[in-house]
C-alpha cells in the first residue's frame, strides 16, 4: 500500500525559484603552494621577515589587467578560520594579525609579475619579502594594506588569492606549509661554563693561549736587548773612558818606558817642541 501524495505547499515554490535564480560563483583552486624562495639569499628567514618566490607564470590564466593579487598571511593555527573576504570593506589589515590572527597584504597586478626570465638584467632576485615596511610601526597614517613587520615567531601560513576590482574573490592557491622565523637567545640562556664546550675547542683555545705568550715573551726579549743597546754603547777600539773624559792611548816605539818616564814633558819623540820664550 503506497503513502499518499501531498501536494507541495504553494508558498514554497516562489522560495525554490528565488534561490536557483542566484548567480552561483565558483571560486577557481590554483594548484600552487607558496614557498620560501630557493635564491640562495642572505636572510632569507629573519626575526620579523620572510621571503617567498614571485608567483610568476602561475595566475596568468585566470586573471584579467583589472585583477589584484593579494597576499593572505595567517597564524599556522588560524589559517583553517580564514574567511575570503567578498568586497574590498572586508579586506583584513595588518593590525588584525594580533586580533583575528590573519591579514591581507602585498596587492599586485599581472604586470608586476611578468612571466619572464627571473633576473631579466635587473641584477637582483624577484621575490616578495614579507614584513618588510618597518616604516608601518611609526606611522599613524599607514596605508590599509601596509607590509609591517612580523610581531612574532610565528609559525606562519601564507596564500595567494585573486579578487577583482569590486573585490570578489576569483581564485586561490593552497595554503603554504609552516614557516618560522628566527628567535633571538636571551643572553642569560647562553651556557658559558667551559666544561660544556667540545674537546675540539678546549684544543683550539689552548694552543692560541700559548702562541699568545711566546708573542709577549719575544716581544719582551727584543725590548730588553734595544734598550740594552741604548744604554751600554760599544767603546771604539783604542780609547780610554776616564770620568767624561776620552782619550787616545799612544805608546812609544823608540823609547823604551823606563827611559820615556825620565824625559821631560814636551820632549818625547814626534811631539812638537815648546815655543821659546826669549827673543
Known sequence: MGLPWRQPCPWLLPLVVLVWAQPCVSLEFILYTPQI???????????????LEQPRCVLDQHASAADTIWLVVAFS????????????AEIPASPQLLTDGYYMT???T???????????????????????DAGCLADFHQPRYCNSPL????PYRVKFLLMDSRGSPQAETSWSDPIALH???????????PG???????VITSVLSSLAGLLLLAFLAASAVRFSSLWWSEEAPGQLRIGSFAGKRY????????????????????????PSLSP
Open 37 to 51: 624562495t630557493a635564491w640562495d639569499l642572505e636572510g632569507k628567514v629573519t626575526a620579523t621577515t620572510f621571503s
Open 77 to 88: 593555527n588560524t589559517s583553517r578560520d580564514f574567511q575570503n573576504p567578498q568586497t574590498l
Open 106 to 108: 602585498l596587492p599586485l
Open 110 to 132: 599581472l604586470d608586476q609579475l611578468p612571466c619572464e626570465d627571473p633576473l631579466g638584467g635587473s641584477g637582483g632576485a624577484p621575490v616578495l619579502r614579507v614584513g618588510d
Open 151 to 154: 610581531p612574532s615567531p610565528g
Open 183 to 193: 628567535q633571538g637567545q636571551s643572553p642569560g640562556s647562553i651556557d658559558t661554563w
Open 196 to 202: 660544556r664546550r667540545s674537546a675540539g675547542m678546549i
Open 251 to 274: 805608546t812609544t816605539h823608540h823609547i823604551p818606558s823606563s827611559e820615556a818616564a825620565t824625559l821631560p814633558m814636551g820632549c818625547e819623540p814626534g811631539a812638537e817642541p815648546f
